[in-house]
């Protein structure tokens, strides 16, 4: 019994890793008027396993537990070693709810340093910088 629970609480354990592998992406414009965050893996590839979005007072997420707002989820989703592109989309992903564009460098082993464009159609066009891993 003992040595089931043990591998019980390892399998566990092991599953839960995964959520520890990830960090957020903050971008917004300079007056915070707009904003685009998403929760990428910490892999080789881009992941993006959550977003939210705002425009105004309008707010997004792609689950309740990332805050409040409709209900969205990621579309295309893009990374080479200098650009980074990611859509939001309804949940049925027939229309775009935003597109994020960023450029991104960085020095040696420093950060990485993200800016370019967020563009919620019907809500408007902002220039974005980001915080993030």
């Known amino acids: ?3 089931f629970a043990l591998v ?4 566990l354990g092991g599953g839960a890793a995964p ?20 929760l990428v893996g910490t892999v080789d590839v881009l992941s993006i396993s959550g977003l939210t979005v705002t425009a105004g007072k309008k707010a997004w997420a792609s689950q309740p537990v990332y805050g409040p707002g409709a209900l969205i989820a990621v579309g295309q989703a893009y990374e080479d070693t200098d650009t ?7 949940p ?3 229309a775009k709810i935003a597109e994020l564009r ?7 082993d420093g950060d990485v340093i993200y800016g370019g464009t967020l563009h919620v159609p019907g809500y408007g066009a902002w220039a974005v910088s980001c915080d993030g891993p």
């Open 92 to 94: 049925g992903l027939e």
């Open 8 to 11: 019980l609480l390892l399998c």
């Open 102 to 108: 960023l450029f991104k460098t960085s020095e040696a």
């Open 19 to 38: 959520a520890f592998a990830t960090e957020w992406i903050d971008c917004s414009d300079a007056g915070h008027h707009a904003s685009f965050n998403f």
């Open 84 to 90: 980074l592109r990611v859509d939001a989309m309804d």
């Open 1 to 3: 019994m003992r040595r």
